[in-house]
């Protein structure tokens, strides 16, 4: 489909543990969490548009990459953890949230609860690619470390897609590296691989 080929290279494919490739076998199946960061510094991104509508337009755009030989999860967190979808299939039409999420942007930053969560879910996980997408501006609240509390599961990656013009880029950039993944950056809307708006769900997965 033309607007899953527009997306192939950009950058939030990049965060992704699988290309997105109409080819891909079951061996190609992923788990992926998606923890979106949803506290008092996500309401402004230095432009018109608040961070954490960017950010809810980037967990959109990456679950239109998704098929129904993935699964995926949702955590919001600000300094604790809510789940907004558990870990299941994506099923035949991926794109996310179907459904009204009642978030507002309040409180610190500390993404180690919702990261404990997201490893537990993905520690028993079957899936040959299991990914953790971190969505934040990265600006930890003061004492605050983003440490799990638990092992890391082995296998288990990370990548981070930062936003806003003030954005911790460097924290995130060491974060997704020590962790097999990457860090990419967003602006805002514009920055995303395609114009994304209330119209996302045009935007067919493979």
């Known amino acids: 489909p033309e607007g899953a080929a527009r997306l192939r290279g950009g950058a939030l494919e990049r965060v992704l543990p ?18 979106l960061d949803t506290s008092g510094s996500m309401d402004s991104t230095g432009s018109e548009k608040p961070a954490l509508r960017v950010g809810l337009e980037t967990v959109r755009a990456l679950t239109s990459l998704l098929t129904d030989r993935d699964r995926y999860g949702v955590i919001a967190f600000d300094v604790s953890a809510r789940v907004l979808r558990p870990l299941g299939p994506a099923g035949p039409a991926a794109t996310a949230p179907a459904q009204p ?18 490893l537990d879910w993905l520690a028993g996980d079957p899936a040959a690619r299991r990914h953790i997408v971190l969505i934040s501006d990265g600006r930890l609240a003061p004492g605050a470390t983003g440490e799990p509390g638990r092992v890391w599961p082995e296998g288990v990656t990370l990548s981070a897609v930062s936003i806003g013009v003030d954005a911790d880029r460097a924290t995130l950039t060491r974060l997704a590296s020590g962790h097999g993944g990457r860090h990419e950056h967003v602006s805002g809307l514009d920055d995303l691989p395609v114009a994304l708006s209330d119209r996302l769900e045009i935007i067919k997965h493979v």
Request: a negative charge; hydrophobic letters at 55%; glycine letters at 6%.
């Open 101 to 118: 999420w009642d978030l507002a942007a309040s409180g610190g930053t500390d993404w180690a609860p919702a990261l404990d969560l997201a």
């Open 18 to 35: 699988v290309r997105l490739d109409p080819s891909r076998t079951a061996a190609d199946e992923s788990a992926l969490v998606l923890m």
